[in-house]
């Protein structure tokens, strides 16, 4: 799928317009650093802007998100893919993105029902919340069980270890890169581990790549939510340079999802 230009351009399924032009992702900040001798001393850091973008489908409000303002469109596909709401980019026909970047409104050709009032995502919290249901299912299982070859793991781990853009100069934000059929690997970064993992989702989908043949990859801890994502993207590799939880190893076992953590450039522990 060619999307060209995708500020305000069109794809071939869907039609994308993005308003939002965002100038600065971070900003300065002064504060006192206190040294363990008692030493005083003005500092300036680079923080990150948090930014609250919300989620509407079909006129219903489906989430409000506290993001890293950037990849807005692969983070709205990629949630609405990994909550379950869509099977793919053919449920898509529309989507508009305000100039503020707060609001991303979402026509689908299917209906979907809202089940819960609209509550807001913190940026970091554990809980994943979903709001709304549609008739398509989230994926229980994943369709084919997959180990990847060690040099697929340690060339994921060494581009985690050269550091992001903004993780370089903020240290503030997770990372997740997507690793595709022919070997590329596209990095995403968010103040949230699953809005990362989920740009990273979108970014998949929007290219058209079979997520069979994908890896993943997230700086975050693995707990179950984060299971539940791979599992619903439904690629077969999730690899992280933290450690799951007894519940995420569990599932994924049970679900055929290859686990792997502790993943450095020299090593790393499969589940």
């Not at 994908?214 to 801890?221: A, E, P």
Request: proline share 3%; hydrophobic share 35%; aromatic share 6%.
């Amino acid at each position: 799928m060619s999307t060209g230009d995708r500020k305000g351009q069109s794809t071939e399924i869907m039609d994308i317009n993005n308003k939002f032009h965002f100038e600065s992702w971070t900003g300065n900040k002064e504060a006192m650093r206190v040294s363990a001798e008692g030493e005083k001393s003005r500092v300036e850091n680079l923080l990150l802007h948090e930014h609250t973008l919300e989620i509407d489908v079909n006129c219903n409000k489906f989430a409000r998100l506290v993001c890293t303002p950037q990849n807005l469109e692969e983070l709205v596909i990629g949630r609405l893919f990994t909550s379950g709401i869509i099977s793919g980019t053919d449920d898509i026909n529309r989507i508009f993105i305000c100039g503020q970047g707060n609001i991303a409104d979402v026509t689908l050709g299917s209906d979907v029902q809202l089940v819960n009032e609209l509550e807001t995502e913190k940026s970091c919290c554990s809980a994943n919340h979903q709001f709304m249901q549609s008739t398509s299912e989230k994926r229980k299982e994943i369709p084919v069980r997959v180990e990847p070859e060690p040099e697929v793991v340690f060339r994921l781990a060494a581009f985690f270890k050269k550091d992001s853009a903004l993780h370089s100069k903020t240290n503030g934000t997770h990372s997740a890169y997507l690793m595709t059929e022919d070997g590329s690997v596209t990095g995403f970064e968010d103040i949230s581990r699953h809005n990362a993992l989920d740009k990273a989702v979108g970014s998949m989908l929007m290219g058209e790549h079979n997520p069979a043949k994908c890896v993943l990859f997230t700086t975050g801890r693995v707990p179950v939510d984060m299971v539940e994502k791979a599992i619903a993207s439904g690629i077969p590799v999730l690899v992280s340079k933290s450690v799951p939880t007894i519940e995420a190893v569990e599932l994924a076992h049970t679900a055929g999802l290859c686990l792997i953590g502790k993943a450095w450039p020299d090593s790393y522990e499969r589940y």
